[in-house]
Structures are given as C-alpha cells and as structure tokens.
C-alpha cells in the first residue's frame, strides 16, 4: 500500500498544494477541509486516491471520524500527519476580546493537540511521523500579531514535549519554522483584524487606530511579497522521504535572517528595529 498522509488545513494555501503535490507523488493523501465545495474543488484536481475528510480540529466528534475512517482505509497505519489548519487573530493587546484570542489558540493549539492524539495509535502502528507548520511569528513577536505569535511559540513547545515522549517508538517530531509565505491567510487576517477592530471600544481606535492601520499595512505587504507556497511544500516533501529528518526547519529566508536577530541583537535594539520597519516610529 502506499504511504498514507493526512493534512489538515486542506481548503486552501500550503495545505491544498501540499496535498495535490502528495497525490501526484503517489502517496495516499487524507485532506482535511470544512466544507464540501473544498472537498470537490480538491476532488476534480487530484486523482481517485486522494480522499477529502470533513475535518475541523475544534470539533473532537470530526476528528474522531475522521481518524476512523482513514484506519479503516489503511489496517490502522499512519504514516504521517501534517498539522496544517490555523487562523490568524490579530489586534492590541489591551483590547483583544478574550473570545478571539481563545479562538486563535482552540485552532493552533488545542486543535494540534486532539487531532495528534487521536492519530497516535495509527502512527505508531505505522511507525509515523508529525509535523508541525510553525512560524518565524513565534520566535520575533511582532507588534498586533501576538495571538498568533503565541500560538506559534506554544506549538514549538509541544512538538518538543512530543518528540522526547514518543521517542520509544520511532516517531519523529518535525517543526516547519515558516517566514512569510504568499497563502490566503493574510487577506483572511486583515478581514478578521478590521471586524475585531470595529467591535472594540472607541478607545481602542484612539490609542491604536492609525498604528494598527500602518501595521495592518505593512503585513499585507509582507505577505505579498512572501516565498511561493510550492517551497514550503518541496520542503515538505523532502521531510517525509528522510529517514531521520531535522526537528527544526526554517524555510524562507526572513526566517533564517529573523532567527539570527533573536539570537544576536540587544532586545531594545531588536524592538527598535522592528517598530521602524512597521512605521511605528
């Protein structure tokens, strides 16, 4: 049998092409969505072996048949699964309602968690292997991006709590620390960025207004002029056909350049670089 993968966060961006490259590859590629018109979208791209699963990581009754049915397709083996969905919550601190900042870590966190617990036995059956799409967010927090950068900087650390857990078994533990890719998430992060923004208070708009637009500009931006998506999938890919692969993996050349600023700059220099660049100062 092939090789059996499962994506989540299929719908679109790394997750989609990810799974359609997998398929052309000739693994047997379970895609993660949450509605139907993705799973046919997904359907009418790839070949008969790729199979679309409804599949939202907030909802344990969706993990559950999802994870039954991938076992009743493969004897109970995993091979590998990719912990792809996420949002991004953005906002300032002192006003971000409490409800959306717990969204961002039910999807990015919470989310990973149950969705990798429940593939265990599979993956040990298979002697499999997790990776985990992080961010560079996470390791140079950025100023009204700390939802996600926390979700981020937490997902490292369970991936690392993981790794030393299920060494007995042989299943290795991968972390994709990500720069800025060119995916659907931005536009979807100045949308959700405009309506938390609009239920905050006046206050909000007063003391933050003008910098949360000069920042909301410059991540547009960033994303924009990001890496393709199809890097961050031949890494991907690249992952999945090592014997022993990396733990930690920056993709994108921010990444590398943002991981050597947080090891080498003073913390007010690297502050003062950072709120420059956005327009802050």
């Known amino acids: 049998m092939p090789k059996s993968v499962l994506i989540s966060g299929a719908s679109t961006g790394i997750g989609k092409a990810l799974?359609?490259?997998?398929?052309?590859?000739?693994?047997?590629?379970?895609?993660?969505?949450?509605?139907?018109?993705?799973?046919?979208?997904?359907?009418?791209?790839?070949?008969?072996?790729l199979t679309p699963e409804m599949l939202d990581v907030t909802l344990p009754e969706t993990i559950s048949t999802?994870?039954?049915?991938?076992?009743?397709?493969?004897?109970g083996e995993l091979f590998c699964l990719v912990n792809n969905a996420g949002i991004?919550?953005?906002?300032?601190?002192?006003?971000?309602?409490?409800?959306?900042?717990?969204?961002?870590?039910?999807?990015?966190?919470?989310?990973?968690?149950?969705l990798t617990q429940a593939c265990l036995p599979m993956l040990r059956k298979g002697v499999g292997r997790v990776i985990f799409i992080s961010s560079v967010a996470?390791?140079?927090?950025?100023?009204?991006?700390?939802?996600?950068?926390?979700?981020?900087?937490a997902l490292v650390a369970m991936?690392?709590?993981?790794?030393?857990?299920?060494?007995?078994?042989?299943i290795s533990i991968s972390v994709l620390i990500l720069g800025s890719v060119q995916t659907p998430i931005w536009e979807k992060s100045s949308r959700t960025a405009g309506e938390i923004l609009r239920r905050?208070?006046?206050?909000?708009?007063?003391?933050?207004?003008?910098?949360?637009?000069?920042?909301?500009?410059?991540y547009q931006h960033t994303g924009?002029?990001?890496?393709?998506?199809?890097?961050?999938?031949?890494?991907?890919?690249?992952?999945?056909?090592?014997?022993?692969?990396?733990?930690?993996?920056?993709v994108g050349r921010d990444a590398v350049m943002i991981e050597l600023m947080t090891k080498l700059l003073p913390v007010?220099?690297?502050?003062?670089?950072?709120?420059?660049?956005?327009?802050?100062?």
């Open 200 to 218: 905050m208070p006046a206050e909000a708009w007063t003391l933050y207004g003008k910098m949360q637009k000069r920042g909301g500009a410059f």
């Open 66 to 75: 999802t994870c039954r049915q991938i076992s009743d397709k493969t004897g």
């Open 268 to 281: 007010r220099l690297r502050d003062w670089l950072v709120r420059k660049q956005m327009g802050l100062i």
């Open 88 to 114: 991004s919550v953005s906002g300032a601190m002192e006003f971000i309602p409490i409800q959306d900042f717990r969204q961002q870590m039910e999807v990015n966190l919470v989310g990973q968690l149950g």
């Open 19 to 49: 799974s359609l490259e997998l398929d052309r590859k000739g693994y047997q590629v379970f895609a993660g969505v949450r509605n139907p018109n993705d799973a046919e979208a997904l359907r009418s791209q790839a070949s008969p072996q």
């Open 159 to 170: 991936a690392d709590a993981f790794r030393m857990e299920l060494a007995p078994w042989g």
């Open 224 to 250: 924009r002029n990001g890496m393709q998506v199809e890097k961050v999938v031949k890494i991907t890919q690249r992952i999945l056909e090592k014997s022993h692969p990396k733990e930690y993996v920056l």
């Open 138 to 153: 996470g390791r140079l927090v950025t100023p009204f991006n700390a939802p996600y950068a926390a979700s981020k900087a």
